[in-house]
C-alpha cells in the first residue's frame, strides 16, 4: 500500500502579498510586463544581517516555507524538495556583471555562494537544522512539478512522512531585459491584463509558493495529491490524448473531474494549448492564476495552492473564475500547465473529509 | 529488483577521453587530463589548472551533425555527445515507443558558456538572439532530448557538485515506482568563466595538480564533464535480454545543515548519506571493495569526507580513491563521471588510484590507493558532496 500524501500546509509570497485565509478575495489583477512580489517583512524570520545579504528569492522560500509548516504544525520534515526556473538570478548577475565588467578582478564570493540553484533548499535546510533528503529542480515550467512528483514518490515510498515542497523564482534586471528583447516578456509600456493580451509576450511575475505535505490528514487538511505527469513536448493535437490517458492511468473519466486549473498567461500563441484543454471540460468550472501572480517557471506552484483551496472550501472564489459554469460538490480537481508550448504538466488532487 | 535497478548502457566525455574505452585507457595508465585553460580567454590562465575538454564548440557541433542555427551551450553539446554513447551502448531504439522513457540530466552551470560571452553583445546582433533562452539550466536537457529524439519525461535536477548522484537517484526511484521503464540519468557541466572565477573568490582552486587527500593539498582543479547512464527495469531486461553492466543497489541523500558552502567537520551530511544507502542496498561497510570518494583536494572536503569514512569504515576503510585528480572537479557532472568510473572498476575488477599522493593528512591515518590495483571487486560506493550541505552516496554492484 502506498501511504497518501496531503496538503496540510500552503505559504505563499507573490504579487497579491503573502498567503492567507482568504487570499482571492481582495486582489489587483496585474498588467505590468514585470511586476514585483510585494515583500512582507523578514525581520521576524531572519536576522538583520542576513536579511541584507539575502536575495528576494532566498528570502521568500524561507518565508513561504516556515508559513506552510506553520499552518500544518509541523516543525521538522523527512525532504527538502524546491523548484526553481531561472535560480538566484539576483546573485548569478551580479556576480557575472562583475566578472565581465571588472575583467576578472576584485571579486568577492558572496554572490558566487548564493548564485548556485540549490541555494534556497540548502538555506531552509540550515535554519530549520534539517538533515535529510534535499532536492532541487531545475526544469523550466516542469521545475516545481518535478519537486512535487520527487515528494509524492518519497511519500509513497514511505521514504519520508513530512515533506516541505516548494517553487521559487524571481526577476532580476538584465535577464529580463532580454527576454523583453525577444519578446518573451511584453515590452516596457504595454498595460494589458491577461484576457486582453493584445501584443506578444507575457506578463511575468515572481514569487515563492511552498506546501507542507504530510502522510495524515488534519482537520485543515486542504486536499489529497494524486497523481503528476510530466512531458517534455507535445503538439496541441495530442493534447486530448495526454489528458485522457492520464485519467485512464487513474481510473477516471473526463466527467469525474470536478474543476480544472488552467495556466493562461495571455500568450496569443500558446494559450491554444489551454483552449484545446477547456474543451475537454467545457460543462464544469474552469479556473485560472496567472492573472494574479505573472507568468514564471514556478507560477503553476500559486494554481496548485488554488486548486487544494477551491477543494477544501468547496468554494470558486470569481476572481478567479474563467468560465460561467456553476459548481457542484468539487471532488477531483486537474491542474494543467505548459510554457511555450513545452514542459507540460498534469496534477491530480482529490478532496478531503475532515 | 533485488539487485537493485539494473544499468545497462553508459557514455561519457571528460578531460581524459571522449569515449568509455578512452576514460578507461587513462585511468589504467595514470594520465590526467590537466592543463592550463585553453578553450576561451581568461586572465587565470596562468594561475590555475583544469580538465578541459579539447574540443571546441564548433567540433562538437560537426560531431553531432547539428544545423548551423543551433542554439546548444557547452553544457548542452557536451551532454548529448554522452547521453548518444549510453543509448548506443544500452542497444536502444529511441524511435519505438514501446517503453515509457525518461531523462534525468544535471546542470549547475547550464548555459553560462554562452551567456557570458555575448551578455552584453544581444542588443546589437539579433543573430544571436537565439542563445538567449538557452541560459536557462533546463534547457540543456530539453536539447538532449530533442538531439536523442526523446518525446516523455525530461527533469533536471541542479544541486551543486552532487547533483549527477541526485539525477541517478530520482531515475531509480521513477523506475522503482513503476512510472517509467528506462531512464537516461547523469548529468554535464561546461568550464566557465563563471565558475573558475566563483572559485577562486573561495581561494579553493590549486595552482597546480591537485592532490586528493594529502597533507599538502592546495585546493581543487575545476573540470568539465558529461556522462549518463541508461537505467532499465527489471522487465525490459528479462523481456529483452539486455545485458546488464551493473546494478544501482543503493542510495542516499542527506543534509549536513552546517553552512553554505563548507562541510561541517565530522561530516555528518557524508555520513548520513553513506548510511542511508548502506541500508536501501542492505550491505554493511565490509562488502565495500571499493570507494570513489568525491576527493576534492580541498582542505576542507577532504578532512570531512575523511573523517566521515572513518565514522562509516571504522578503522577497516576499503581501497579508495579520488579520481578528481585525472578530471578536475566536474561539478555537476561529477558523480556521472564517478558512476562510469565505479562500473568500469566492478567489470575489470580494477581500483584506479589516487594520483599526486605524497604525504598523509595528519588528522588521520587514511591511505588512498596510489597505485592500479587489480582485485576482486564486487561493490563500489560512489560519494558526491556539493554546495548547500548537499551529500549523496550510490553503491554499485556487479552484475
Known amino acids: ?354 | 529488483m533485488q539487485n537493485g535497478v539494473a544499468i545497462t548502457g553508459m557514455g561519457i566525455v571528460s578531460a581524459i577521453g571522449n569515449t568509455v574505452a578512452e576514460n578507461l585507457n587513462s585511468l589504467r595508465n595514470a594520465q590526467n587530463g590537466i592543463t592550463q585553460v585553453d578553450n576561451f580567454d581568461t586572465s587565470l590562465r596562468d594561475k590555475v589548472l583544469v580538465g578541459e575538454i579539447k574540443l571546441s564548440n564548433d567540433q562538437m557541433i560537426e560531431k553531432l551533425q547539428l544545423p548551423v542555427d543551433n542554439s546548444m551551450t557547452r553544457t548542452g553539446l557536451l551532454g548529448a555527445l554522452a547521453a548518444k554513447q549510453a543509448i548506443v551502448s544500452a542497444q536502444i531504439d529511441m524511435v519505438s515507443n514501446n517503453y515509457r522513457t525518461g531523462l534525468v540530466s544535471s546542470t549547475s552551470v547550464g548555459g553560462m558558456d554562452i551567456t557570458e560571452k555575448y551578455f552584453y553583445a544581444y542588443e546589437n546582433n539579433p543573430e544571436l538572439h537565439r542563445y538567449i533562452a538557452s541560459h536557462d539550466a533546463g534547457v540543456s536537457s530539453q536539447h538532449i532530448a530533442d538531439y536523442i529524439g526523446l518525446k516523455g519525461f525530461v527533469t533536471t535536477i541542479s544541486t551543486a557538485c552532487s547533483s549527477a548522484a541526485n539525477a541517478i537517484m530520482l531515475g531509480a526511484q521513477l523506475i522503482k515506482s513503476g512510472r517509467l521503464d528506462r531512464v537516461i540519468v547523469g548529468g554535464t557541466d561546461a568550464l566557465s568563466k563563471f565558475t573558475l572565477n566563483g572559485f577562486n573568490t573561495l581561494m579553493i582552486l590549486s595552482d597546480t595538480y591537485c592532490r586528493p587527500f594529502d597533507q599538502n593539498r592546495k585546493g581543487l582543479n575545476l573540470g568539465e564533464a558529461a556522462a549518463y547512464l541508461i537505467l532499465e527495469s527489471d522487465e525490459i531486461v528479462l523481456k529483452e535480454n539486455k545485458k546488464v553492466l551493473a546494478y544501482l543497489s543503493g542510495y542516499g541523500n542527506a543534509n549536513d545543515a552546517f553552512h553554505q558552502t563548507a562541510s561541517s567537520e565530522n561530516g555528518e551530511g557524508a555520513y548520513l548519506a553513506m548510511k542511508k544507502a548502506f541500508n536501501l542496498a542492505g550491505l554493511s561497510p565490509r562488502d565495500i571493495d571499493y570507494v570513489n570518494a568525491h576527493g576534492t583536494a580541498t582542505p576542507n572536503n577532504d578532512l570531512s569526507e575523511g573523517h566521515a569514512l572513518i565514522r562509516v569504515f571504522g578503522e577497516q576503510v576499503p581501497a579508495f580513491s579520488s579520481t578528481k585528480a585525472y578530471t578536475g572537479h566536474t561539478l555537476a557532472a561529477a558523480a556521472g563521471i564517478e558512476a562510469v568510473y565505479s562500473i568500469l572498476a566492478l567489470q575489470n575488477d580494477v581500483i584506479f588510484p589516487n594520483l599526486n599522493f605524497e604525504t598523509p593528512m595528519g588528522e588521520f591515518q587514511l591511505l588512498p590507493q596510489t597505485r592500479l590495483l587489480h582485485q576482486s571487486v564486487n561493490h563500489v560506493l560512489s560519494n558526491s558532496f556539493g554546495f548547500g550541505g548537499n551529500c549523496s552516496t550510490l553503491i554499485f554492484s556487479k552484475a
Not at chain 1, 531572519?46 to 522560500?61: E, F
Not at chain 1, 546573485?91 to 564570493?109: A, G
Not at chain 1, 532536492?135 to 512522512?161: C, P, R
Open chain 1, 1 to 354: 500500500m502506498k501511504n497518501p500524501c496531503y496538503i496540510n500546509g500552503i505559504g505563499a509570497v507573490n504579487a497579491q502579498g503573502i498567503w492567507n485565509d482568504d487570499p482571492f478575495a481582495h486582489i489587483t489583477e496585474i498588467s505590468n510586463p514585470l511586476t514585483m512580489a510585494m515583500q512582507p517583512s523578514y525581520k521576524e524570520l531572519i536576522p538583520p544581517a542576513m536579511i541584507r545579504r539575502m536575495s528576494k528569492g532566498i528570502k521568500m522560500g524561507i518565508f513561504a516555507s516556515q508559513q506552510a509548516l506553520d499552518e500544518a504544525a509541523m516543525d521538522q520534515v523527512d525532504a527538502i524538495i524546491t523548484g526553481t526556473g531561472l535560480g538566484c538570478l539576483e546573485d548569478s548577475e551580479k556576480f557575472l556583471k562583475n566578472v565581465l565588467d571588472n575583467d576578472e578582478q576584485f571579486l568577492t564570493p558572496t554572490s558566487f555562494i548564493q548564485s548556485t540553484h540549490n541555494t534556497v533548499g540548502a538555506q531552509i535546510a540550515l535554519r530549520l537544522g534539517c538533515k535529510s533528503y534535499n532536492f532541487t529542480y531545475v526544469n523550466g515550467a516542469t521545475s516545481f512539478e518535478s519537486a512535487l512528483l520527487d515528494a509524492l514518490m518519497q511519500i509513497e515510498s514511505k521514504e519520508a512522512n513530512q515533506v516541505l515542497v516548494g517553487g521559487i523564482d524571481e526577476i532580476a534586471g538584465r535577464t529580463f531585459a532580454l527576454k523583453q528583447l525577444v519578446h518573451e516578456v511584453k515590452a516596457d509600456g504595454a498595460v494589458e491584463k491577461l484576457k486582453d493580451s493584445q501584443s506578444p509576450g507575457v506578463n511575468f511575475g515572481e514569487g515563492g509558493t511552498f506546501f507542507a505535505l504530510n502522510t495524515e490528514k488534519r482537520e485543515n487538511t486542504y486536499a489529497q495529491i494524486l497523481e503528476v505527469s510530466i512531458l517534455n513536448k507535445l503538439a496541441t493535437e495530442e493534447v486530448v490524448d495526454f489528458v485522457t490517458s492520464f485519467l485512464t492511468r487513474n481510473q477516471l473519466t473526463l466527467a469525474d473531474v470536478s474543476a480544472v486549473v488552467i495556466g493562461n498567461n495571455g500568450d496569443l500563441k500558446y494559450d491554444i494549448y489551454y483552449t484545446t484543454f477547456c474543451t475537454l471540460f467545457a460543462n464544469q468550472p474552469q479556473i485560472f492564476y496567472k492573472h494574479l501572480v505573472g507568468q514564471s517557471d514556478v507560477a503553476s506552484a500559486f494554481g496548485l495552492a488554488a486548486a487544494a483551496f477551491v477543494l477544501k472550501k468547496q468554494i470558486i472564489p470569481k476572481t478567479i473564475q474563467w468560465n460561467a459554469i456553476k459548481l457542484s460538490e468539487l471532488k477531483y480537481v486537474l491542474i494543467y500547465n505548459q510554457y511555450l508550448g513545452k514542459d507540460h504538466s498534469l496534477t491530480l488532487l482529490r478532496h478531503v473529509e475532515t
